[in-house]
T-cell receptor
Framework: EAQVTQNPRYLITVTGKKLTVTCSQN?????MSWYRQDPGLGLRQIYY???????DKGDVPEGYKVSRKEKRNFPLILESPSPNQTSLYFC????????FGQGTRLTVV | GNSVTQMEGPVTLSEEAFLTINCTYT??????LFWYVQYPGEGLQLLLK?????DKGSNKGFEATYRKETTSFHLEKGSVQVSDSAVYFC?????????????FGTGTRLTIIP
């Protein structure tokens, strides 16, 4: 079954404490990306990756990092989270038709 | 820049009613157009798509036609069911040297009451 798996699903953390949200896909896709979803704004792209070791900024990359060391994994890193990064995050895999993970609801206090 | 404007929600309908959710877009180039659906607690799923003018996408009784002259991609269903309650997102994609970014509208929450 085609799957994009994100972890954790829910996370509450404190300002400044580094965290990583993992994303894994089983479809051998080259293209992966991260979005954040905020009320009234829809989904906005944070970072994307066209292949292993190839990543680039999306529309709202400030405060985030990513890495792509293997094709299946594309973690999102918040090195010093701030309250304005409280949001619902989605990992997506594939081009043409994107498959989305179930989302990670992050709260930064 | 590229953008998608969606009908403001929330939308509440009775079961078996006719549904229209409006979507218009602004884009440079030739976008592909999509409707995604998000059920409670889940990620987005592709509902339908159209890749060129006058194409009609359809799935699960939903339809949308790519209208270049009006830059629109309105979602319709003839008879909605309670199980159609979800948030619906209109989106576009313009190929850009490898970035398959989707540009989304703000979403429309649909509630169907029995």
């Amino acid at each position: 079954e085609a799957q994009v798996t994100q972890n954790p699903r829910y996370l509450i953390t404190v300002t400044g404490k580094k965290l990583t949200v993992t994303c894994s896909q089983n479809m051998n896709h080259e293209y992966m990306s991260w979005y954040r979803q905020d009320p009234g704004l829809g989904l906005r792209q944070i970072y994307y990756s066209m292949n292993v070791e190839v990543t680039d900024k999306g529309d709202v990359p400030e405060g985030y990092k990513v890495s792509r060391k293997e094709k299946r994994n594309f973690p999102l890193i918040l090195e010093s989270p701030s309250p304005n990064q409280t949001s619902l995050y989605f990992c997506a895999s594939g081009s043409g038709r994107a498959f989305f993970g179930q989302g990670t609801r992050l709260t930064v206090v | 820049g590229n953008s998608v404007t969606q009908m403001e929600g929330p939308v509440t309908l009775s079961e078996e009613a006719f549904l229209t959710i409006n979507c218009t877009y602004t884009a440079t180039g030739y976008p592909s157009l999509f409707w995604y659906v998000q059920y409670p607690g889940e990620g987005l799923q592709l509902l339908l798509k159209a890749t060129k003018a006058d194409d009609k996408g359809s799935n699960k009784g939903f339809e949308a036609t790519y209208r270049k002259e009006t830059t629109s991609f309105h979602l319709e269903k003839g008879s909605v069911q309670v199980s159609d309650s979800a948030v619906y997102f209109c989106a576009l994609r313009i190929p850009n040297f490898g970035n398959e970014k989707l540009t989304f509208g703000t979403g429309t929450r649909l509630t169907i009451i029995p």
